[in-house]
């Protein structure tokens, strides 16, 4: 399995709290992205990295933001967490583009 | 909107049929990939193709490029194999290099 890890898996929190969940990959890929995954609507893209500190945005970026600044690490921002982002957030690595993803456990986040 | 249609949206079958999911998409693409969830739990990638064919175990994974069109086959389907599968697509030009998915085929393998 590949190296790729989510932190944290679960977690609670309120509305207007911020919120970091943090992708780790031991691979060394270039590629990192970031997706929720709701009921009805599948999965879709919020962010993607293409190199440390090169990110762009998805499907559904707004009230998001991301930051990479090693190889390793890609980090996901609710600046101020909202009802609607009540998901579950999966990361996925590739080593080119396209190329397979590998997919990280998944962290589920719950806005109350 | 670039879309990716999957059919059924639902299967059950018996233990030991022949399965197969389909999987439409709208413009043109780069890669096309097929994916397993089982219930809680992760996802994990089964095939990437761009053309043709590919076969892995009971899996095989078949494209038409021309018609817009994949299917995914299990032979001797088997319970372990209840889990939704997923279609998803990289598009050709544009920005995003991420997928772009289905809304997935749950199936349940009755033993």
């Known amino acids: 399995d590949a190296g790729i890890t989510q932190s944290p898996r679960h977690k609670v929190t309120e509305t207007g709290t911020p919120v970091t969940l943090r992708c780790h990959q031991t691979e060394n890929h270039r590629y990192m992205y970031w997706y929720r995954q709701d009921p009805g609507h599948g999965l879709r893209l919020i962010h993607y990295s293409y190199g440390v500190k090169d990110t762009d945005k998805g499907e559904v970026s707004d009230g998001y933001s991301v930051s990479r600044s090693k190889t390793e690490d890609f980090l996901l921002t609710l600046e101020s967490a909202t009802s609607s982002q009540t998901s579950v957030y999966f990361c996925a690595i590739s080593e080119g583009a396209p190329d397979t993803q590998y997919f990280g456990p998944g962290t589920r986040l719950t806005v109350l | ?111």
């Not at chain 2, 089982?38 to 590919?54: A, E, N, T, W």
């Not at chain 2, 490029?65 to 319970?79: G, M, N, R, V």
Request: some cysteine; overall charge neutral; proline content about 4%.
């Open chain 2, 1 to 111: 909107k670039n879309e990716v249609e999957q059919s059924p949206q639902n299967l059950t079958a018996q233990e030991g049929e022949f399965i197969t999911i389909n999987c439409s998409y709208s413009v043109g693409i780069s890669a096309l990939h097929w994916l397993q969830q089982h219930p809680g739990g992760g996802i994990v990638s089964l095939f990437m193709l761009s053309s043709g064919k590919k076969k892995h175990g009971r899996l095989i994974a078949t494209i038409n490029i021309q018609e817009k069109h994949s299917s995914l086959h299990i032979t001797a389907s088997h319970p372990r194999d209840s889990a939704v599968y997923i279609c998803a697509v990289t598009y050709s030009g544009g920005g995003a290099d991420g997928l772009t998915f289905g809304k997935g085929t749950h199936l349940i393998i009755q033993p």
